[in-house]
């Protein structure tokens, strides 16, 4: 099971970021974040420990399973994440953020099953 190890705003660029015990998220991304190509960016703990990547949520889990949920949504704290793809030139993946809330570290992280999401 996956849970959120550090969470992190980038406000100006070029600039180190800030680590958050919790924070807000909007349809935007997270509050206080500067806007970059995706509202969220997730990546994993040995990820972020290798590269540094300018990430927001820093995930608890193994790097295959983070890639294998493009296309699936999450549930994290209160908020539902949609992965959308693959970061790119980067570590992790971008999400877009169907239902805004809060997300603090240490919330479980909970893949949507097929049965759930065909219910909608």
Known sequence: MAVV????IYPEKDQPGQELDSVGVSEAGLDGDRR????VHLVTATEFVTSHPRANLVLDMA???????????LRIGDVELEVTSLAGDC????AVVPVPGEVSV????TVETHESAAGR
């Not at 970059?36 to 509202?39: G, L, T, V, Y």
Request: charged share 35%.
């Open 91 to 94: 570590p992790g993946v971008y």
């Open 5 to 8: 190890a550090s969470i992190f």
């Open 106 to 109: 240490d919330d479980l992280v």
């Open 36 to 39: 970059k190509k995706s509202p």
């Open 63 to 73: 790097d295959e399973a983070l890639a294998d949920l493009v296309g699936r949504r």
